[in-house]
C-alpha cells in the first residue's frame, strides 16, 4: 500500500524558516518523482515543487522560486521541502504527491505576519 505521510509544518513568523518532510512507504521510491502541493483556505490546490526521480531535476513554481528548496534522500525514502524567507502567502495545507494519484493527508504551515 503506498503511503505518504508529511510532517514539520508549524506556526512560524515571517521571515523564519521550516522544513517540511515527506516520508513514503509501499513503492520502489528512488523511481518516482515527488511533488509538493498546497491549498490555502478559500484556495485551489497549487503546485509548489517538484523533484525527478532519477538525475535529481527540481522545478519550483514562481512564487517560491530562491526561497524554497526541495531535496530528497532516497536511503530514507524522504523528500523534504526547506522554506525560507516565509511569507503569510505561504500559509497552507502542504502535501506531497506521487505519480499525480497518491496524496498524503498533509501538513498545515501557518505563517504570522
Known amino acids: 500500500e503506498v503511503q505518504l505521510v508529511e510532517s514539520g509544518g508549524g506556526l512560524v513568523q515571517a521571515g523564519g524558516s521550516l522544513r517540511l518532510s515527506c516520508a513514503a512507504s509501499?513503492?520502489?521510491?528512488?523511481?518516482?518523482?515527488i511533488g509538493w502541493f498546497r491549498q490555502a483556505p478559500g484556495k485551489e490546490r497549487e503546485g509548489v515543487s517538484c523533484?525527478?526521480?532519477?538525475?535529481?531535476?527540481?522545478y519550483y513554481a514562481d512564487s517560491v522560486q530562491g526561497r524554497f528548496t526541495i531535496f530528497r534522500d532516497n536511503a530514507w525514502n524522504t523528500v523534504y521541502l526547506q522554506m525560507n524567507v516565509l511569507k503569510p502567502e505561504d500559509t497552507a495545507v502542504y502535501y506531497c504527491?506521487?505519480?499525480?494519484?497518491?496524496w498524503g493527508k498533509g501538513t498545515l504551515v501557518t505563517v504570522s505576519s
Open positions: 509501499g513503492f520502489t521510491f528512488e523511481s518516482e518523482a
Open positions: 504527491n506521487m505519480n499525480s494519484i497518491y
Open positions: 523533484i525527478s526521480s532519477s538525475d535529481g531535476k527540481t
